[in-house]
């Protein structure tokens, strides 16, 4: 079962339907109690908890737990660090220490228990908090944050210490960030920047860096959550609130592992129904990094395929650099919403142009070809020989005088165009300062997108730190690459969300009549037979051949007969996964005679290997199709996951796959075959006729069904091959795998 979130969901998963609305603790959904209405078919939320963290960023009281003043402690830089902000925020802030009488020149209390008032905000500066959870539990503080290490980064015993540390928590009633966690949340943040902000999330301060110093480029910040080890407070939870935050514009996030799966598509999920782009750097890609990042934070990385999945799945932007997710969080945090999704490279060389269009063009974005009015227009003021199509090269010259202006006008007030993007791979004073000028003074006046690629290496030129950052209409990047994939994620987030409608809201509730015929076939711990396996997809109305399951040669005679000549034969037992290998199937088989001989020689082989059988299939044989796989299985983030990939020998050779996590609807099914590298075989090559993909969606949305009402009692699923056949015709589970849990 996935772990649930502090003060959430602890119900059983597949029996939530049963469960008394008064027995579901309560929860921020939507400011009410939880009910069963707030809940899937599998007993898991519906809709994301959004803890009210004003208290914590903006707090009217602050305790300092271990406060000090004593020269050369770590203590004591910490704690004036703390008094600095609390002056920022308007908190007041009372020492605790057993010893001091005072700290800084503030009055010091000897225990928390002490205070002259109830407080906010309780900063831990002790290495063992656990003893002082429960002391601020008695006083009501609403949150703390936990600075020491040693818990579960360290192995087997800083894990149980954590899990001490979880379960003091959520006895307590308040909010933990930490331990492992740093003061990132109480840095300094410019005040004078305007426009929509960057609300950071990082569980390793360090690489929020990058992101924080944004601001010295005239970049908003707001907020900035070290959520560390993550015993309590999330990242999930700082999605959510963030997302509800007026000056958000988005989300920027460095993750290392993900506490709890569902909780993280869920905060997703709230951002993407509010427009909110979360970008996030997710460590785990490789074996190595999903060791150092347990290392560091003691958290399950998850197979990195379901994580790339789930993310593109929910809306979230992942990038792979902290240069990266600079760049891309302060677009789409401060960009409008694109008019169109044309992109027009303009540029003072044709070679700068055509260089540019390429990578562009190989990363997906659209370079409409301008009209032949437009062309002619532009032609006005650069030289006929010249190519204004798309890329725009002028020449060079216009940029130093008054048509520089008039012809990026004219490209900006093209309808088909959304972006304009000027690379400008070095200074040329002073072309490139009356460039970068009416670039600038376009962008003022115009509500598309305009991007400046400064290549120059220097950065000191004035055109740059000046005309360029000083702009907050003009996006202006130091890389080919970070500009192409800003704007790719820009275009694609406003697509995303234009068209976003959450699969939670149409997620089932209650049981299917399916769920009942399928929790009678299931034998706990157990894999089923192919037999069994197939009745599996019958109780869920997914096809497969007509078939029976014979004890002797001439009741396989007499089956196929009824199922009609040619068949195919199969052992039939429940420990069988891999019936070819063993010489335990047989096709194309057209007389009664090749049966009985079948039959022999199927029960000899089983008798020879010493497998157990519960029969001898005898089954329709079909031949004309796609053959494609359709699955379940269970990832330790984000519980069962759907895969459609190419099936039969394809699958090991090619590994050819697309993921999703339940919920999903027709869209995302689509889209998963979108995804396949051998899409083509399912629109016809060769002279072959389309596959039924209608018919194959439908199986993809039946399993999902399946995962998500038999949850956990089901380990894996395996249908392959699905037999996809021709448009209109169907298609046909011919073999299936079930393995219960």
């Known amino acids: 079962m996935l772990g649930s979130t502090h003060g959430t969901f602890t119900t059983d998963p597949r029996r939530a339907h049963v ?25 898991r939320p519906l809709y994301a908890g959004v803890p009210d963290l004003d208290r914590f960023f903006r707090p009217a009281s602050v305790a300092v737990v271990g406060a000090s003043d004593a020269e050369g402690r770590p203590n004591t830089g910490i704690t004036r660090q703390l008094i600095a902000w609390a002056e920022r925020v308007g908190a007041r802030l009372h020492p605790v220490h057993p010893t001091r009488q005072s700290v800084f020149g503030i009055p010091c209390f000897p225990s928390v228990a002490d205070l002259p008032e109830q407080v906010d905000l309780a900063v831990l500066l002790v290495g063992d908090p656990l003893p002082v959870i429960e002391q601020l539990a008695e006083e009501k503080v609403r949150f703390a944050v936990a600075f020491a290490s040693g818990f579960a980064e360290i192995g087997e015993e800083g894990a149980a210490a954590q899990e001490r540390l979880t379960a003091a928590v959520q006895r307590s009633g308040l909010r933990l960030l930490g ?11 410019r005040e004078d920047l305007e426009g929509p902000a960057i609300a950071l999330i990082t569980q390793s301060g360090h690489q929020g860096r990058p992101v924080f110093t944004l601001q010295e480029l005239g970049i908003r910040l707001s907020h900035w959550a070290p959520t560390g080890n993550e015993a309590d407070l999330e990242t999930a939870d700082f999605i959510s609130y963030f997302a509800e935050r007026p000056e958000v514009g988005a989300i920027a996030c460095y993750v290392e592992g993900l506490k709890d799966g569902r909780a993280f598509l869920l905060a997703a999920d709230r951002a993407a129904r509010r427009g909110v782009p979360v970008v996030a750097v997710k460590v785990g890609r490789t074996e190595t990094g999903a060791r150092m990042a347990a290392s560091h934070t003691g958290k399950l990385t998850g197979a990195d395929t379901v994580v790339d999945a789930a993310m593109r799945q929910f809306g979230v932007i992942r990038v792979d650099g902290l240069d990266e997710l600079q760049d891309t969080s302060a677009l789409l945090a401060r960009a409008r919403r694109p008019k169109a999704d044309g992109v027009v490279v303009y540029s003072i060389s044709g070679g700068t142009g055509a260089h540019f269009s390429d990578l562009a063009t190989e990363a997906g974005l659209s370079l ?39 012809i990026i006008d004219a490209i900006l007030d093209d309808p088909e165009v959304g972006v304009l993007i000027c690379p400008i791979t070095g200074p040329f004073p002073p072309m490139s300062d009356k460039l970068a000028q009416d670039l600038v ?56 969300t234009a068209h976003y409608r959450s699969p939670f809201d149409e997620a089932p509730r209650t049981p299917s009549p399916s769920f009942r015929k ?53 052992a039939s037992g429940a420990q069988l996964a891999h019936k070819t290998e063993l010489g335990l199937v047989k096709i194309g088989l057209t007389s009664a005679s090749q049966v009985r001989d079948a039959y022999r020689e199927l029960t000899d082989i089983a008798r020879y290997e010493g497998v157990a059988l519960d029969g001898i299939l005898v089954c329709q044989m079909i031949e004309r199709g796609v053959e494609m796989v359709v699955g379940v299985t269970q990832d330790p983030l984000f519980g069962p996951t759907v895969t459609v990939g190419l099936g039969g020998v394809l699958v090991e050779v090619l590994r050819d796959a697309a993921v999703r996590v339940p919920p999903f609807g027709e869209d995302q099914a689509k889209a998963m075959l979108s995804e396949l590298r051998g899409r083509a075989l399912l629109d016809g090559v060769r002279g072959a006729a389309p596959a039924d993909i209608d018919a194959l969606v439908e199986v993809v949305l039946r399993v999902q069904r399946m995962a998500l009402e038999l949850g956990d009692d089901i380990a894996e699923l395996d249908i392959n091959p699905l037999m996809v056949l021709p448009r209109g015709q169907g298609a046909v589970a011919l073999d299936a795998l079930a393995v219960c849990q």
Not at 19 to 39: F, I, K, S, W
Not at 179 to 189: G, I, S, V
Request: glycine residues 8%; contains cysteine; aromatic residues 8%.
């Open 19 to 43: 469960v008394a609305c008064g027995e579901l603790p309560p929860n921020a959904v939507h400011g009410r109690a939880v009910t069963a209405d707030d809940l899937d078919v599998s007993g």
């Open 179 to 189: 331990p492992n966690t740093n003061l990132n949340a109480f840095e300094k943040f």
């Open 368 to 406: 409409p070809t301008l009209s032949a009015d437009r062309q002619a227009e532009l032609h006005q003021w650069i030289p006929e020989y010249l190519n204004v199509a798309n890329p725009v090269d002028n020449g060079g010259h216009p940029v130093g005088d008054w048509r520089g202006r008039k």
């Open 441 to 496: 003074d376009a962008a003022e006046q115009t509500d598309k997108l305009v991007c400046v690629v400064w290549g120059s290496p220097v950065g000191t030129e004035e055109a740059y730190r000046t005309t360029l950052l000083g702009s907050s209409r003009v996006a202006t990047f130091r890389t080919f690459a970070n500009c192409i994939t800003a704007v790719r994620a820009y275009l694609d987030h406003h697509r995303f």
């Open 518 to 570: 399928a929790q009678a076939l299931m034998r706990p711990g157990q894999q089923l037979s192919e037999h069994a396996a197939k009745q599996l997809l019958r109780a869920y109305g997914i096809r497969v051949p007509r078939e029976q399951l014979v004890t002797s040669a001439a009741a396989a005679v007499r089956a196929a007969g009824l199922v009609g000549y040619p068949v195919v034969m199969k």
